[in-house]
């Protein structure tokens, strides 16, 4: 043969596949239910009592759980709960936004140990990414100095930035940070930091924080609007974060969404619903340190133009939610993001009533249609640290494959 035929495939897996799934499935259980029983684990995961056993031990011994005092249950031999360690995993969570890089440092069940910020100089990514590197050192000497054995515990660094990525742009469009994307970034960082580094947009890592403290915890059918600088969706699907072939999925942003009195010449969605759109409303610099208590202050005061604008977000908000509900069938829809707690209140308020949908039965699940969820500034750069956590302990299918 000439050449070598491409085969499209799907990989296989083997015993050591297998084994390292069932870890990971007992890992999850103990982070969503908290401390378990070995008969517990065994009726929740349908493994023997006896794998059961041999994965606790090889876990504890691993350092990643602990028992706790036994309990008694009726008659019976007193049951002995076992736990995750905190200090059993470390990982680096960084957020790279417009105007400020964000970093967060969690231990294994989601505690943060260390937050800092620092703002991004004006010079693009070739300047910007020395405070990043610089942002880091500093964050992993704090952990050094609470935890002086948690370098040797990192399992890696998560970096969210907004998308989409790898699209052709004839402009730098304020929106996409096409400058830092057409950047060797990843590879700078992790040349710096010397971990292992993974990207994903910022509201697929809020749907990563939304799944470790917030409202999706627990649920497998989740979809996050992230309403950030600009605006996005994060999709949880089947228990596991959904980014598509590029990394693009729930780029809702982009959508042309078309509303009542809408001209020929309509925007994307997130140049009408983001925080970029209601600061360029208000006429506050979106770098202001105080943004947050601008904002809240000027929805507070109120006003026609204000109001106006978020009925204008609710309804286009609305017909976002009953797409989504379509597509996908989600437990929840979850509006979230970096912008203040009374604006997400707000426009989840003014989004009801919501369009009839597919999610409308008689036999619905507890949650809501659509709730709201964390709020804070914190949270992609928190779900950026929680990936390195599920990339190495969730069960995935991905991680049972052989590497081809």
């Given at each position: ?23 990971r ?5 103990l ?10 684990l ?23 759980v ?10 019976g ?18 957020q ?29 990514p ?40 790898g ?19 990843m ?53 596991e ?15 042309l969404?078309?509303?009542?009195g ?26 202001e ?71 409308e ?44």
């Amino acid at each position: 043969m000439d050449g070598i035929r491409s085969i499209r495939a799907k990989s296989g897996t083997n015993l050591g596949g297998a084994s390292a799934h069932n870890r990971r499935i007992m890992i999850d259980a103990l982070r969503v239910n908290g401390a378990l029983s070995r008969a517990d684990l065994a009726r929740a995961t349908g493994l023997t009592p006896q794998a059961v056993s041999n994965i606790i031990e090889e876990l504890a011994r691993d350092g990643l759980v602990r028992s706790q005092a036994s309990v008694r249950k009726g008659r019976g031999q007193p049951a002995t709960p076992y736990q995750l360690v905190p200090e059993g995993a470390f990982a680096i969570g960084l957020q790279i936004d417009r105007h400020v890089t964000r970093t967060v440092i969690v231990n294994l069940v989601g505690d943060v140990l260390v937050q800092m910020e620092a703002k991004l100089p004006p010079g693009g990514p070739a300047q910007g990414v020395v405070v990043i590197l610089d942002l880091i050192r500093k964050a992993r000497n704090a952990l050094a100095a609470q935890a002086p054995e948690a370098e040797k515990r990192l399992v890696g660094l998560g970096v969210a930035m907004p998308g989409p990525f790898g699209i052709n742009t004839l402009y730098d469009d304020p929106w996409m940070m096409t400058a830092w994307q057409n950047f060797p970034l990843m590879d700078r960082i992790a040349e710096g930091t010397g971990l292992e580094v993974a990207l994903q947009n910022d509201a697929a890592a809020a749907a990563t924080a939304e799944r470790l403290l917030g409202a999706a915890h627990g649920l497998d059918h989740a979809i996050c609007i992230y309403f950030g600088y600009g605006l996005g969706a994060g999709l949880i699907l089947n228990g596991e974060l959904y980014g598509g072939a590029h990394a693009n999925a729930g780029e809702i942003g982009m959508i042309l969404a078309l509303v009542p009195g809408d001209g020929p010449d309509v925007e994307p969605l997130e140049h009408y619903a983001s925080m970029a759109a209601l600061c360029k409303l208000l006429d506050f610099d979106p770098s202001e340190p105080e943004l947050f208590a601008m904002i809240t202050d000027a929805i507070l005061r109120g006003g026609p133009k204000l109001e106006q604008w978020m009925d204008s977000v609710a309804e286009r908000l609305r017909r976002t939610v009953q797409i989504l509900e379509s597509i996908f069938d989600p437990q929840t829809i979850i509006l979230c993001g970096g912008a203040p707690r009374v604006l997400i209140d707000r426009l989840v308020e003014k989004v009801e009533p919501l369009l009839p949908s597919i999610a409308e039965r008689s036999r619905r699940y507890p949650e809501a249609r659509l709730q709201a969820g964390l709020a804070d500034p914190w949270s992609a750069a928190l779900g950026a640290a929680a990936e390195p956590i599920a990339r190495t302990f969730d069960p995935r299918f991905s991680a049972i494959l052989k590497t081809v």
